[in-house]
């Protein structure tokens, strides 16, 4: 059974760079067919899309995010890393990794089926 964790630093200054971890354990980030996104919920509000990683290594940014978004995976600690830049206040979340199967036919992600517990960031000087 698939788990994930997500780790990182739960206050960052403005204008830095966010940076969070989510480590996988009961399956292989490579695992064909899956995918594996990073999801935030500011406070008060709905879940938003940054982006996610496919199995094969494509990524795919929410356009709102993308000039600021970095995703990336490193197969030998079977884990993802966020990266997202210039954050200010507007950037505090509780910030969630969360995995699904992807369709290698219409190249979209199917749905999300496991998710971590999520890690509160918050923006402050």
């Known amino acids: 059974q698939v788990q994930l964790q997500e780790s990182g630093p739960g206050l960052v200054k403005p204008s830095q760079t966010l940076s969070l971890t989510c480590t996988v354990s009961g399956g292989s980030i490579t695992t064909n067919y899956n995918y594996w996104s990073w999801i935030r919920q500011p406070p008060g509000k709905g879940l938003e899309l940054i982006g996610y990683i496919v199995y094969s290594g494509s990524t795919y940014y929410s356009p709102s995010l993308k000039s600021r978004t970095s995703i990336s995976r490193d197969t030998s600690k079977n884990h993802l890393t966020l990266q997202l830049s210039s954050v200010t206040p507007e950037d505090t979340a509780l910030y969630y990794c969360?995995?699904?199967?992807?369709?290698?036919?219409?190249?979209?992600?199917?749905?999300?089926?496991?998710w971590g517990q999520g890690t509160l960031v918050t923006v402050s000087s």
């Open positions: 969360a995995s699904g199967p992807y369709s290698s036919l219409y190249h979209v992600p199917k749905y999300l089926e496991v």
